[in-house]
């Protein structure tokens, strides 16, 4: 089954103000009929890049049986770490960055990770506001979680 996740994070005041993730899911089924879930939470104090990467695991963790997904998102820091292999690097050099400092969001990365785990996962960058309209839908259910009431608190332990 190929399912399509559109992601993005949003943060006013980043590094330490409310923020909001948005995730459309869409599959499209044999009949030729789209199916779309959206998801998005905000909260208190967080991160733009904790934000960017909330959104693509609560997308993958809705799914309910391995599927063939292509995460689209407008984060370069989501993308680049399974395009550019830094993922890898990071696992291999015991969660240190190329300069030896602790990767950051180490614990969404792994929750990530296992989040990927039954399914077969590709990542495509696409550019932000460019008129691109499932990211656009991402971007308002990010900004308006961003700005909402009842906001949730991220522990933000490893930011």
Known sequence: MKVTIYSDGAARGNPDGPGGYGCVIQYIDPKGTLHERE???GYRKTTNNRMELMAVIVGLEAL???CQVEVISDSKYVTDA???????NWQKN?????TKKPVKN??????????????QVTFTWVKG?????ENERCDVLA????????LLVDSMEDA
Do not use: V
Not at 94 to 98: A, E, P, V
């Open 106 to 119: 180490k614990s969404l990365w792994l929750r990530l990770l296992q989040a990927m785990e039954p399914h």
């Open 64 to 66: 309910n049986k391995p």
């Open 94 to 98: 015991q969660w240190k960055t190329s």
């Open 129 to 133: 506001h460019a008129g691109h309209p």
């Open 82 to 88: 399974f395009n550019a292999h830094w993922i890898e």
């Open 39 to 41: 998801f998005s939470a």
């Open 143 to 150: 900004t308006s979680a961003a700005d909402g009431t009842d």
